[in-house]
């Protein structure tokens, strides 16, 4: 079955930088995604990759993908208070549908 | 703001009640998802809707239903409620419906259901 890890918590200060780790089990995950939930707020679409890209750069996000290792990260360069949030790795899982298997999110905490 | 409107925004009642949470997908967008968020299970799929048909089924129990409308809105029922129901409910509408698509699914802000 599929199964999405992430780190719970992760505290940095102000302009360094973030890395967000993120495992995933299936091999026929095709795009992978990272949303951003504020408090109280919805899910905030950041970036996707597609399976085939190891890499993917926009503007403070890089998104890296190790496809052997199904290791996915996100680093946020300049990481600002306004950064404070969880954030969520997933992956489309190719049953014929697009549907989405989401990790438990990892708390980003800023501190100035 | 994605695009994806859902209401209402807050609810509360009580249980053995049955309540109906309401999803606008963004424009132009035939697919539509629930997803239910709570502390202990995290963000689980419900069930996904392709241009009214029923096209995946995730975690969604039997007190639950959902349907896709003519004009692509979606309602999710939520039946018979019990305290564990308590949770945040997520729509997301996406253009097409299958995975190899390149398809981005955007996420509502939610309808939070608190069950006492």
């Known amino acids: 079955g599929e199964d999405v890890e992430q780190s719970l918590f992760l505290s940095v200060r102000e302009g360094d930088s973030s890395v967000i780790n993120c495992t995933y089990t299936?091999?026929?995950?095709?795009?992978l995604y990272w949303y951003k939930q504020e408090p109280g707020a919805g899910l905030q679409l950041l970036t996707y990759?597609?399976?085939?890209?190891d890499m993917k750069q926009d503007q403070r996000l890089t998104v890296l993908l190790n496809k052997k290792d199904k290791h996915l990260s996100l680093r946020i360069a300049d990481t600002q208070t306004g950064d404070s949030a969880i954030y969520f790795c997933?992956?489309?899982?190719?049953?014929?549908?697009?549907?989405?298997?989401f990790g438990k999110g990892t708390m980003l905490l800023v501190s100035p | 703001d994605s695009g994806v409107t859902q209401t209402p925004k807050h609810l509360i009642t009580a249980t053995g009640q049955r309540v109906t949470l309401r999803c606008s997908p963004r424009?132009?967008?035939?697919?539509v998802y629930w997803y239910q968020q709570s502390l202990d299970q995290g963000l689980q799929f419900l069930i996904q809707?392709?241009?009214?048909?029923?096209?995946a089924k995730g975690n969604i129990l039997e007190r639950f239903s959902a349907q896709q409308f003519p004009d692509l809105h979606s309602e999710l029922n939520l039946s018979s409620l019990e305290l564990g129901d308590s949770a945040l409910y997520f729509c997301?509408?996406?253009?097409?419906?299958?995975?190899?698509?390149?398809?981005?699914?955007?996420f509502g802000e939610g309808s939070w259901l608190t069950v006492v």
């Open positions: 997301a509408s996406s253009v097409g419906g299958r995975g190899r698509s390149g398809n981005t699914i955007y």
């Open positions: 299936d091999s026929s995950s095709t795009y």
């Open positions: 990759i597609f399976s085939n890209m």
């Open positions: 997933a992956e489309s899982t190719y049953s014929g549908y697009s549907t989405l298997t």
């Open positions: 424009s132009g967008d035939l697919s």
């Open positions: 809707y392709y241009n009214g048909e029923e096209r």
